[in-house]
């Protein structure tokens, strides 16, 4: 099939654009209020910009009536998130922190999650998430919408700490991330979990590009 994505017209009964880019890794980000309540709330449009030094961003649509989302709102007005791991495990935790709820409301007592300090920045990281960033917030590229819910904040930050559980790192120096179960989206309401992985090397590649698929900066 072929649709102008101009005009949406692809006739299927669910739009599948956001089906089309899978698994969506979940950014359960945390922030904290002016007014010092802790927020949550999961963003599939989430990811890593780069590394060196580290940037990860989420992508918070406004919300139906119009305004802008807490999280967004949050990071930008305090300059700190944190980004969380989603795990299959803390599924249901992670969806019931979506639902739009006032913003005095603790999303962290509303999910049933524990709070763990953060070191560098104020916000709380997920007791039970396996992985964590600390983020200074750089900056929002807002991009408009057709309607109320396009507009969207695309809410950039520097990631300063990273906590990892212990548990999940293996005698080889990598992460075990079978063992950690990250789940991810798949479009309309399905997800997926990471329960399987294979290896691929670049064929003939040099040191400096094994630097960057490795992620680490090339001298
Ligand atoms: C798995 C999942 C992923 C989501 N991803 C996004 C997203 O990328 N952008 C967005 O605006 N809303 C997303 N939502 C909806 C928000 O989590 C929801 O609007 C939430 O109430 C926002 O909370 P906040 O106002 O505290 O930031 C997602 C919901 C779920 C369950």
Redesign the pocket.
Known sequence: MFYRATENDHGLAFDPFKSCVVPRP?GW?STISPDGVP?L??????QILTFDPHYVM????Q?TDGSR????FNAEQTGEFVYNMATYELRQA??I????VPADVD?FKLAGVGKAPSRLVKPYRVKESPVQYECRYHQTLRLPGKSVLGT?DVVIGEVLAVHIKDEFIMPGGKLDIIGMKPIG?LGYYDFTCVETSFEMVIPGSNEELRAGMEGRAAD
């Open positions: 979940i980000i927020n709330a999961p963003y599939s449009q989430f989420f992508a918070a649509n919300k989302k807490d999280s967004a992670v969806n922190s979506a639902q739009e999303e969207v989206r």
